[in-house]
């Protein structure tokens, strides 16, 4: 089968075998923003045409191209859902020499009642869920709960427990750092550079002390100001503040938690959770393609 | 005298009477940012020339007007300090034809030695002392503090006692929402239209329950998704959780805030404030006036 992570911005496309496992591969800058109105199955079949004509027919699609914005709207599935209850929502599209299936959202909403969405990291969660058993048996029958964190624009926190995904909650912490960045006096003071390790962890640190977010990012100008974070020190400084801010917030007491995502932020994350006491794994990059075929292989394709 | 407040984007010129009353006064958008360089000095005298042919020889100023990007820098003097120490603290500048002081800002540091700056605000507090002692003493013995909070980009909230600020803190609430807005997928769903009472109480509410700022962030996208709020809402609801969130953190419990700025942003603040369970008083608009006669009454202009 073929494996379609369609995302806003990226387009990433697998030709998985029996197992799973992933036997080629393209890539591209086609995220649904960039697909003319009424394009995406000449998108589609342009990327993975070879396929069809090796005799592929099966193809899951998963992420924003199941949104309102995408080709088809997939309704969210409510959680907890696993690979079988994903499986058994697919929505079928229409598309000329192949079965085309999208994977829907997941939906959750907060002990209050406000909403959450995600479309395309529950197929990535999906994909690690073997990984995540391994470990939960590792601690031994105290964890029965797993934890993964998919870091981005609206970071995701998921809960696990018996191979599906309890319940979930977004940060906007990716997409607050650009605009904080881009649209105040904060951002004047920055430098474009390297990252900077040290002024990431004195960021880190400051969002354990005591004092509001809307207070610390105030400090990022005082203490510019004062000559004590230079201009190439303050954008790491303040993505250590607003990775605090949120793992401090999201990290359960000690868990170990499953990173997956770009290597680097990961990385950035996983020093964040251990700064707050926890456990950091990062997972290799291909969870969409195994998610898509975990899902792929529970789907009924008659 | 002559009191001008002299901030980034306005100007604001007082002809003060013996008594500190507003006797004449001229306002421009000659913030500093739009005085050329080496400008200052013109700039001035354009818009008092009348009152020091008047006779006026005595010109204090206020704000950013005393910062690097100013006239002259005017080094920060730490809390507390009230009348007669910022008094005793101000920096000559020179000018033909009449004595010009410039008010220092107040740094302080909050209990992590994060460095704090204003400039400006002070004399707007100053400006309000009695009416902060009339209140206090109205309340007895027990409200030996005060409190005044002066909503903007940067907003400031101090502790007043014997007449002197004793310390404050800064939150970027306001900056914080022109870039979300701006720089976000929240500002996507927005349409401009008037204030929404009712979806700013709805932001305040959410400020209250659990979860992080960076969480409640994202509620605001999947409420508009799911039909919750409108476009012509969802403005106010942001401006509601960021001053809800501020205030939940810088709000006394149960104490009364004394507001100092724009009557709007004001009301605004007062409205959270209430919600919060604190009292709230709304200044007039000439607290600024009243403190650049206070200071400048203090002051040794031999």
Redesign the interface.
Known sequence: MIGVDWGTSSFRAFRLNHGGAVRDRVESGMGILRVPAGGFAATLREAIGPWLAAGEDRVLLSGMVGSRQGWVEAPYLPCPAGAAEIAAALVEVAFDGARVKLVPGLSDA???D????MRGEETQIIGVLDRLVADAEHEGPVAQEAWACLPGS?SKWARIRDRRIVAY?????G??F???R?????GRMMTDGPHDPRAFARGVA?AA???????????VR??G??G?LGEAESASYLSGL?IG??V???LPAGALVHLIGAPVLCGLYADAVVAFGGQAAIMDADAAARGLAAIGGAADWT
Chains 1, 2 share one sequence.
Do not use: K, N
Not at 209 to 219: A, K, N
């Open positions: 907060d002990q209050t406000t909403p959450e969405v609206h909650r977004t940060y906007l912490s997409e607050a650009a605009a904080l881009g649209g105040t006096i904060l400051r002390e005591p004092g509001h977010l809307l207070h610390h990012l105030f400090g005082t203490l100001l004062m004590r607003l801010h949120e401090r917030a999201a």
